[in-house]
């Protein structure tokens, strides 16, 4: 493969010295935000991608050899307290900047989400589990019942799809392209249906 290619590029900029646009962070890369990093980097965006393990970003990174979006992969516990001074380290080193952030908040922590938001400016969604929605005191859970949060932060909660044989989880695929319409439609959005609870998914 031609790593001097616009696409490879090391460094983070263009051949011919010109800086790259904003970058999207893909927190969680490697597991049902895969498709969502291939959407990006085939759009042209460059994308950091954070996981645990470096051998499952270098394979991201393998897979897409085409791409036209430049992949930064970071290993790294996104959760741990250190992770943004990582995350600056390294936009500092590429010489990048964040436009916009994608985070499976298993990935994450709630100290680590305060910090992305209030250090970068820009459009932040946090994918929840369906385990936020659970039934309160009985009651079935709805996104009104989600603590108020900043402007920029959206949260895409993960519910299941009714099928002809029952219900089910949401693909990878699907789980990614109702994150990236998160990312440009501000408020709290919910991906299929959490109720009845007793129709959850094994």
Request: glycine share 10%; proline share 8%; charged share 20%.
């Amino acid at each position: 493969m031609d790593t001097s290619s616009r696409s490879r590029r090391s460094d983070g900029r263009t051949p011919g010295g010109d800086s790259r646009g904003p970058a999207t962070l893909v927190v969680g890369a490697t597991g049902v935000l895969m498709p969502a990093v291939a959407t990006l980097l085939e759009s042209g965006r460059d994308v950091v991608g954070v996981a645990r393990s470096g051998d499952l970003l270098a394979t991201v990174g393998q897979d897409l050899p085409t791409a036209a979006g430049q992949w930064v992969p970071l290993a790294h516990d996104a959760a741990d307290r250190s992770f943004p001074r990582a995350l600056r380290t390294l936009l500092d080193a590429r010489r990048l900047r964040l436009g916009a952030a994608i985070v499976y908040a298993p990935a994450s922590s709630p100290d680590v989400m305060l910090e992305l938001t209030s250090s970068w400016d820009i459009p932040v969604v946090e994918v929840l589990t369906s385990a936020t929605g659970a039934p309160r005191d009985g009651q079935d859970w709805s996104l009104s019942d989600l603590a108020p949060v900043g402007a920029k932060r959206r949260r895409l909660v993960l519910g299941w799809q009714v099928t002809a044989t029952g219900s089910a989880w949401h693909s990878p695929e699907q789980i990614s392209r109702a994150a990236l319409n998160a990312l440009w439609r501000p408020g709290d959005h919910l991906l299929g249906v959490l109720a009845p609870w007793s129709k959850r998914p094994p």
